[in-house]
């Protein structure tokens, strides 16, 4: 019991702390260091949750590849700091902090207002997490949107090809 | 198994043409005319096969689609709104030096992302659906990748739109929170019965609502449409602002009406009510000050939004009368609004020129057919008979009205009155002014363009003097 | 045999929070970069909604949402690079305030 309730405070600080980094850093690069941070951050709040294999792809997918990709396109592009994070916009940025502010309190309100009375995971949860337990659902019951997401993907690949190519050749 | 896919054909056929089709893009040399006429065929099919479905009604691959009947019917209405932007997209591609043949496949992708969208029976399909068709106008807007404008309204596209994802997933995840479910039906089951935890359920549709609202450029979060329609090829905005809208409401329709019977305080449907009437008075007044056309269009874009969601109001009112109004009013608009911004892309000069609402003086000397069609087309945007705008405003009207919404009503003819200004201002402009000196002289023919003029055209008069036919066909669908 | 675990809320405001933060981000900062990262934060957000309600209901429903929700971050995120690296050819910037059209 106490293990969760240490590990749960770890990571869920360690999950804020570097959100909050991520918004404030000026280098792009380390904005971008920060959010690997938190995916792994995440990663260890979904073991806790039983959740070992979207844990793992948590890591493979978007600390391995998203974030790769993107820290690839911010050295490409050779981006330096913002000089002006926030003066410009000062207006923008308390609204924008009023507005996050407000938010929290709703939320915080409406989820701890009243008590869910939900304090344990269910023994059903122990299976649905594994690699067998996703992979019987996904190919089964979830066949229809897993050929759909595949299209996303086609459509995703032909576009950024498109868009990242270099000159059209008159044709 | 053999049953779900021969039901859902129309999905699977177009889906699977598409990827052929990117397939022999890739390997045939200067294949624009073969893509061309493959993307064509595949959308008559489409078609044929989503006529073939529309009798019947059930769900396939384990209750995650529907199949025929609603989703059908908007199979039908995305293939038309494709065909007609492909046919007017060869002159003007041609024109702006632009390369066709990834277009042909990304039209197809968005249009299998918008039929599965309509098809959803489950807030996941719904979300996949959603994605397909937003990556496909994201990469579109940008398709004039050397225009820095069309690049700019890309990223704003791109930037808006995904953050409007990050508040729809998350009203989907507390509404699955809330009801233990994806699936429509055990949502509406959920919705009636018992609720786990009925404020997460009100915020999860309250994030759903915004989602959902910024996709049909409803008030507050219509700001990326003028922009967007803007900068974007103008064959691009005539296939976004039709059949995108189109897919949107296909999604919103559903939505509302599952989530209603947890309404029960009204909350929602006041809500609704007020982005309506928001939503039209904003897009109509803003449309009065625009120079652009391509802008103005864009307005009255959003303005067509807020009247459809009259139609959500009374659906979430329960009245039989807003499916019915809003499935009417959507085939008009696609005809209209489509028909429009044809002809704005038959006058569009490369550079961006020729899009200027003081271009249009004098359109009827030099080009007396296209202007008599841009007359027909803007009467019909607002409302007036006999066109097919006049009948579809006049559905919707009613059924607000018998949902018991008097003041909504009020303010939807207030702005239709406005909106007449800027409609007619441009027949005026098109018939009594005398051409400035400046304007274009060449004359060029539409080309194939003019198939697409000459059918919205058609259904745009026949919509509006025969309503009680596609009425009818409503009727035997959705039983009134 | 059933886990103790923390209580569900404490996920929930964790996620909303972190929600939030997203957000901020998203309307404050210039760089579409950043603000690509940021919208990224807000669906890993919803990704931990997600999993604790599939977890603490014992239904598989919203973990396999996860996957798809992680599928279109993948996507989105070759497209909008693409875009900004389409951006940058012609206007040599990634700010989102000096691009005309942006002024939101």
């Known amino acids: 019991m106490s293990t969760t309730v240490i590990l749960f405070t770890i990571l869920s600080i360690g999950a804020i702390a570097s959100g909050i980094s991520l918004v404030t850093r000026r280098n792009p690069v380390s904005a971008a260091m ?55 916009f000062s207006m923008r940025t308390t609204l924008a902090l009023a507005l996050g502010g407000l938010f929290v309190v709703q939320f915080l309100t409406a989820f701890l207002g009243k008590k869910t009375g939900m304090n344990a995971l269910p023994e059903k949860s122990m299976s649905i997490g594994t690699t067998e337990g996703i992979g019987n659902v996904l190919f089964t019951q979830y066949l229809f949107p897993f050929e759909a997401i595949s299209l996303l993907l086609l459509a995703a690949i032909v576009g950024s090809i498109l868009l990242a190519k270099r000159k059209h050749e008159a044709s | ?93 041609q024109r702006e030096n632009l390369e066709h043949d990834e277009f042909h496949s990304l039209i197809l ?27 496909c106008f994201y990469i579109l807007s940008g398709y004039m990748r050397s225009s820095v404008r069309s690049v700019e309204a890309s990223l704003k596209y791109f930037l808006l739109g995904a953050f409007a994802t ?17 699936d429509y039906n055990q949502i509406f089951m959920a919705a009636q019965h018992e609720l786990r935890f009925p404020s997460l359920m009100m915020i999860g549709i309250g994030l759903l609502l915004i989602g959902l609202s910024f996709k049909a450029a409803a008030f507050p979060f219509h700001q990326w449409a003028p922009d967007v329609y803007q900068g974007a090829p103008t064959v691009v905005t005539a296939f976004m602002s039709t059949a995108g809208k ?21 909350k929602i449907q006041i809500i609704l009510a007020i982005i309506s009437a928001a939503t039209m008075l904003v897009g109509n007044i803003s449309a009065l000050t625009q120079t652009n056309i391509k802008r103005m269009l864009a307005y009255s874009s959003v303005a067509h939004a807020g009247y459809l969601m009259m139609g959500l109001v009374a659906i979430s009112a329960h009245h039989a009368r807003g499916v019915s ?109 005398e051409p400035n000196e400046s304007g274009e002289s060449t004359q060029q023919l539409p080309g194939i363009a003019s198939i697409t003029l000459a059918v919205s055209a058609v259904a745009v008069v026949f919509l509006g003097l025969m309503p009680a036919g596609l009425l009818d066909v409503i009727k035997l669908l959705f039983g009134n | 045999m059933n886990l103790q675990s923390i209580p569900l809320e404490y996920y929930l405001s964790l996620s909303a929070i972190m929600f939030t933060i997203g957000t901020v981000g998203v309307l404050t900062r210039r760089n579409a970069i950043i603000i690509f990262m940021c919208i990224e934060m807000m669906l890993n957000a919803v990704n931990l909604t997600l ?53 939101w």
């Open chain 1, 34 to 88: 920060s959010l690997i941070v938190h995916f792994f951050m995440l990663a260890g709040l979904y073991l806790t949750l039983q959740a070992q294999f979207v844990a793992i792809i948590q890591i493979l997918v978007y600390a391995g590849a998203i974030m790769v990709l993107v820290i690839f396109v911010i050295m490409l592009l050779n981006l330096g700091k913002e000089e002006n994070l926030t003066e410009k």
């Open chain 2, 1 to 93: 198994m053999e049953q779900d896919f021969l039901l859902s054909a129309p999905i699977t056929f177009l889906s699977i043409m598409a990827t052929i089709l990117m397939v022999v893009d890739a390997l045939i040399k200067k294949s624009s005319k073969i893509t061309f006429t493959l993307s064509w065929l595949t959308l008559g099919i489409t078609g044929v096969l989503a006529a073939w479905t529309l009798k019947h009604n059930g769900t396939a691959f384990n209750g995650m689609i529907t199949v025929g009947s609603f989703g059908a019917f908007f199979d039908i209405l995305f293939c038309m709104g494709a065909l007609l932007t492909l046919i007017a997209a060869r002159p003007y591609m």
């Open chain 2, 109 to 135: 992708f968005a249009v299998s992302g918008m039929m599965i969208m309509a098809h959803a029976n489950s807030l996941l399909i719904l979300f996949i659906g959603i994605e397909i068709m937003s990556v």
């Open chain 2, 166 to 182: 990050g508040f729809l997933v998350y009203g989907m995840a507390l509404i699955y929170g809330a009801t233990g479910s994806f």
């Open chain 2, 246 to 266: 189109i897919a949107a409401f296909s999604a919103f329709m559903p939505i509302v009406a599952i989530v209603s019977p947890a309404d029960t305080e009204m």
């Open chain 2, 325 to 433: 109004g809003i499935l009417y009013y959507l085939s008009a608009y696609l005809f209209m609004q489509l028909g429009a911004f044809v002809i704005v892309s038959i006058l569009e000069r490369s550079g961006e020129k020729n899009l200027e609402i003081e271009d249009y003086a004098g359109l009827s000397k030099r080009h007396p057919v296209l202007a008599a069609l841009m007359t027909i087309f803007m009467l019909s945007l607002a409302g007036i008979p006999p066109f097919a705008g006049f009948f579809g405003k006049y559905y919707l009207f009613t059924a607000a009205i018998e949902s018991g919404y008097t003041w909504l009503t009020i303010i939807a003819v207030i702005s239709s009155i406005i909106s007449v200004y800027f409609y007619i201002g441009l027949i005026v402009k098109m018939y009594f002014t």
């Open chain 3, 51 to 103: 999993v604790s309600f599939s977890a603490f209901m014992g239904d598989s429903a919203g973990q396999m949402f996860v996957f798809f929700v992680m599928a279109v971050a993948a996507a989105e995120a070759a497209v909008g690079l693409a875009i900004v690296l389409a951006l940058f050819r012609v206007k040599q910037t990634v700010y989102v305030d000096e691009i005309n059209i942006m002024k």
